[in-house]
């Protein structure tokens, strides 16, 4: 979920709404509430904050030119949709809440268009709202749109940051300047010098105050902030790119309009500023980690792009990402000032920068899963296409198990929830590392063995769904990484663990039951690969066939979605269409 900058709120009046201050007050009224819930009783929470909404509409339609009621309801709109435990209470789908909070946004905007943070904060509302339509492939065009707009905002907003600090600079140094010309007060008379001072305190009695609305000056930090925000939108931009489409700025991303962007914003708004004197919007990774992550994941999706437009080969898209990314130094303890020994722990950044390279690796091997037809590199040490194409995605998927369990005993353990869920997604990771491991194996082997590699796709995929002809040793192999994918399910299960009830109950039960299924499904699949123990082979359904029961006898709705786990597994190219059928057949007793 993208990061918002959050403006500041403003206060005032009484409770029955009359004037623009009334609906303030009222709103802050209900914000107060929902912020009072929001860690207790989530429903009140929401409801509190969706009050606050509603004051803000009144105040609006009455008041419809009012900047500071259109300012603030932006603002609460943006907390509620960085609260996740608020979603189940949304009025609509959470689509349709980010529709309604642009809105809200370009509302703002249209009241004070050269706004910096409204225009960093619809920018992220916009890129929240196309990852959310990307992430459920509803409408891929209208993403592309969403996306091309936030740059566009991000680029005004770099623009005004970058205009308004050169105009605070310019005044700053104009008051020194005059500062320097004024004469120095002790060599002027005592008696002048106590009558400016009794002026000045005069000056400054109550009576005569006025209040000011203080305005928080543009920081280089803000800029760090809007170009790492444009990069993402940059990379967000690529993987939307379709090779079999014509560039267009509002269908296909242009390829080489993005890497320009890119390089100017290394070229012009990061590398006049030092890094290293800004505190990371991240608080476990230092500013530079941050900039230096940013970079490598644009990196890993342009070259993802550019393989996909075969522009590149598979064998130059790896040397990219694993440069990329050995270009980001690993902190070696937790303070900079400490010496680097191998007794010092890991510092808080090490997991993260490692967890990075084996997803950006871990996608090299998706794509390369998902493009087995493009060359592999023009000079493969080997006859066949397909067997170097394996063999990359091979060492890619091998390399990422590496990192993560490197990241693993690197992490730093809080003990506290988000501890838990560092790890839950770490060991999830690793699972599905493994079973793609399986994979890349199966088709390697078969690939080498069969014709030199020159089966079609789907006579390949036939042979990995049968899992026939494999020598002893292969069938091991193939059944050990099976394994080792139930066990770090497992692994996940036990970190996400949330009480009794069913396995699929509303409250984080979800997450506990889907690794339990996973982990069955992955040691159904190692019962494939083991065929030939005849008689153990059946004794491990039969089990796996009693666990299933037993989730099934916790509520009507548990089979529906130990099903629907197994169809999310297929869509993810875990496990094939063959093997979910297997399973339902033998394991949930059903029919395909």
């Known amino acids: ?33 929902g912020k009072k819930w929001r860690a207790g009783d989530a429903a009140k929470g929401a409801r509190g904050f969706l009050r606050a909404i509603e004051s803000y509409n009144t105040g609006l339609s009455k008041y419809p030119k009012n900047f500071d009621l259109a300012y603030n309801r932006a ?42 943070d409204l225009l960093f904060n619809t920018g992220q509302a916009l890129s929240g709202l196309a990852e959310e339509l990307s992430e459920r492939s509803i409408d891929r065009l209208e993403a592309i749109v ?16 970058r205009s308004t600090i050169t105009q605070t600079q310019e005044a700053e140094q104009e008051a020194q300047m005059e500062t320097d010309a004024e004469p120095d007060l002790s060599e002027r008379p005592n008696d002048e010098t106590e009558m400016d001072l009794d002026q000045s305190s005069e000056e400054g009695s109550p009576q005569n105050k006025v209040s000011a609305t203080v305005i928080e000056p543009t920081t280089e930090d803000d800029i760090i902030d809007t170009a790492l925000a444009k990069l993402s939108t940059l990379a967000a931009l690529c993987t939307m790119y379709d090779p079999s489409l014509a560039a267009d700025a509002s269908t296909n991303p242009d390829l080489n309009y993005l890497e320009h962007s890119a390089s100017e914003i290394f070229d012009t708004d990061i590398p006049s500023l030092d890094p290293t004197e800004h505190p990371s919007s991240n608080s476990s990774i230092s500013r530079t980690t941050e900039i230096l992550l940013a970079r490598a994941s644009f990196t890993t999706a342009l070259s993802s792009a550019q393989y996909r437009a075969n522009l590149i080969d598979a064998s130059t898209y790896s040397t990219r990402i694993n440069s990329t990314y050995a270009s980001i130094p690993l902190p070696t303890t937790f303070s900079s000032s400490s010496s680097s020994t191998s007794s010092n722990p890991p510092a808080p950044s090490t997991p993260e920068i490692l967890c990075a390279h084996a997803d950006a690796l871990t996608d090299l091997a998706t794509t390369l899963a998902h493009n087995r037809s493009l060359p592999p590199s023009p000079s493969s040490s080997t006859t066949d296409p397909a067997i170097s194409s394996h ?18 005993a690197a992490m730093p353990s809080s003990g506290g929830s988000d501890d838990a869920a560092r790890r839950v997604r770490l060991y999830a990771n690793k699972a599905e590392v493994e079973l793609w491991r399986r994979g890349a194996f199966l088709l390697r082997t078969l690939a080498s063995r069969t014709n030199n590699g020159a089966d079609s796709e789907q006579e390949q995929e036939e042979r990995e769904e049968e899992e026939v002809g494999l020598e002893e040793e292969q069938a091991r192999t193939a059944g050990t990484l099976a394994g080792n994918a139930a066990a770090f399910w497992r692994g996940a299960e036990k970190w996400a663990r949330v009480g009794g009830g069913p396995l699929f109950a509303e409250g984080g039960g979800v997450e506990e039951g889907e690794f339990v299924v996973k982990a069955m499904v992955a040691e159904y699949v190692k019962t494939r690969t083991e065929r030939q123990e005849g008689g153990n082979r059946a004794r491990r359904v ?51």
Not at 7 to 17: C, D, E, I, L, S
Not at 543 to 556: D, S
Request: glycine share 6%; proline share 6%.
């Open 75 to 116: 603002r609460v709109y943006v907390e509620f949709s960085q609260e996740t435990r608020f979603l189940p209470y949304l009025p609509t789908s959470f689509p349709e809440f980010l529709r309604t909070a642009i809105e809200a946004n370009r509302y703002a905007l249209h009241l004070d268009p050269n706004n910096t």
């Open 391 to 408: 063999n990359i995605r091979w060492t890619a998927l091998t390399s990422a198990q590496d990192l993560l369990s490197r990241a693993a």
């Open 146 to 161: 969403l996306l091309a707009e936030a740059l566009d905002l991000y680029t005004k907003c770099l623009r005004q940051q």
């Open 1 to 33: 979920m993208p990061q918002f900058r959050l403006p500041k709120k403003a206060t005032k009046a009484p409770k029955v709404p009359s004037t623009a201050d009334d609906f303030q007050q009222l709103a802050d009224e209900h914000e107060e509430t």
């Open 542 to 592: 039969e089990e796996l066939g009693r666990q299933a029961r037993h989730i099934v006898a916790m509520g009507p709705e548990e089979l529906g979605k130990m099903r629907g786990v197994l169809g999310e597994m297929v869509e993810e190219g875990l496990v094939s269409a063959k093997v979910a059928e297997g399973m339902v057949r033998e394991v949930l007793g059903g029919e395909t």
